[in-house]
Every structure is written in structure tokens, then in C-alpha cells.
């Protein structure tokens, strides 16, 4: 198991987590959505117009704020089915692509199959299963609990012995697309918004370890030039 190995592990043991986090969202909205018909033969109580079934009177506005609740669960968890069917086609493609068993889950497929892939098949791996766990990230409102931008990468990575910035951190994320690089797949981008107003994401522990190779690469440069 090489560097690039572990980086693929990692990258869809957090797709997986994505994935059961989307699942969840997609059962509460269902489950909130179906315990509205309970909640009128309940009855609710109206602040304005008293206690009343849900479907209220002239002017109640409690069966509106229900409808328009009950449609917005439904359009959110639409929403997240439709991602859900996304991504997983995506892994399909990959699992069909590498040529592994199709059937069962395609993140298992894959899983099983990671120790014997070549380390540059394991970077390319690396940025597709990123740029899906990005996607889904994105949807639930969690991007920037796992990702940060190239000037907020580099504020936290720059010392007074090696100051860095965001163009070095854009830099790197290039290399990492660039096959046959060192840094392939090593700090995939998650890209969101248009092409020209867009921001690219990045992990900060990607960008670390980046940072780190990167460090040592230079050091055996200098003391072979000394």
C-alpha cells in the first residue's frame, strides 16, 4: 500500500459518511412530512385562532404553513434522492471502468479492490470520489466543515520559515490533476458555483500533506546542491 493508497481510503471512507449523512436527511424530511396527516386529527393550536384541525378556517393560517412545509420536505428530499441516484451512478461508472463486480454496493467494489490498483489509478481514484463527497458536502450545508479555500488553506499552513500562499496552494491542486506528477491526486478540488465566479475547495489535510512532501523534495534538492 503506497501514499496513494491511503489518500483513496481515506477520500471514500468520507464519501461513505457523505452518503449515510444524505440518507438521514433524505428519512427526516419523510418522517416529518408523513407525521403531518397524525397532526390533524391531533388537532393544532392556532396562537391567533385557537385549537382547530389542521386544514384551520377562513383566514387560518396554519394549514398554509403546513402545505408549504410539508412541499418544501418534499422538494428537499427529492432533491437529495436525485443526488443520491447522481453519485451513485458515478461509482457505478468507476466500478464498470475498473472493471470490478457490479453488483452490491459500488463503494464495497471498490473498497475491495483499492489494495490491488496501481498508485496512479488510486490518485485518479482520489479525485473522483472528492469531487462526489464535494457535491454532497455542498448540498448539506457542510462544505466549509470539511473543506476551505486556497487563501484559507494557506493562512493556516504559512510560517515565518516558509511562507505560503494561496496562488502555491492553486499550484499544487494543478499538479494534483496532472498525471504522472508527484502530487497526483494528492490535493483533489472541490469546485463550486460557475466557471468564472466559482471557488475551488480543497482538504486542509491534503493541503498539509502536500505541503509536507513538498518541504522534503525541496530540503534533498538543496543539500544535493550543497
Not at 392556532?46 to 377562513?58: N, Q
Not at 455542498?138 to 476551505?148: F, W
Amino acid at each position: 500500500m503506497t501514499l496513494y493508497h491511503d489518500r483513496a481510503q481515506a477520500a471514500l471512507d468520507s464519501l461513505r459518511a457523505a452518503l449515510d449523512a444524505l440518507s438521514y436527511r433524505v428519512g427526516q424530511a419523510l418522517v416529518w412530512a408523513r407525521s403531518i396527516p397524525r397532526a390533524k386529527s391531533d388537532g393544532l393550536r392556532s396562537p391567533r385562532y385557537g385549537t382547530r384541525g389542521s386544514t384551520g378556517g377562513h383566514g387560518d393560517p396554519t394549514a398554509g404553513v403546513l402545505i408549504g412545509g410539508v412541499a418544501r420536505a418534499e422538494r428537499q428530499s427529492a432533491r437529495a434522492e436525485h443526488l443520491t441516484g447522481s453519485v451513485t451512478d458515478t461509482l457505478r461508472w468507476i466500478v464498470r471502468r475498473l472493471q470490478l463486480p457490479t453488483a452490491g454496493n459500488p463503494l464495497d467494489s471498490i473498497e475491495a479492490a483499492l489494495p490491488t490498483l496501481q498508485p496512479a489509478t488510486c490518485a485518479e481514484l482520489t479525485l473522483w470520489l472528492v469531487g462526489e463527497d464535494g457535491r454532497i458536502r455542498a448540498h448539506l450545508g457542510e462544505l466549509a466543515d470539511y473543506y476551505d479555500t486556497a487563501e484559507g488553506i494557506a493562512a493556516r499552513l504559512t510560517t515565518p520559515e516558509r511562507p505560503i500562499d494561496a496562488a502555491r496552494i492553486r499550484d499544487w491542486a494543478r499538479r494534483a490533476r496532472t498525471a504522472g506528477d508527484r502530487l497526483y491526486g494528492l490535493l483533489p478540488a472541490v469546485r463550486t458555483g460557475g466557471p468564472r465566479t466559482g471557488n475551488s475547495w480543497y482538504r486542509f489535510a491534503d493541503a498539509e500533506l502536500v505541503a509536507g512532501l513538498t518541504a522534503r523534495q525541496k530540503t534533498s534538492v538543496d543539500n544535493q546542491a550543497a
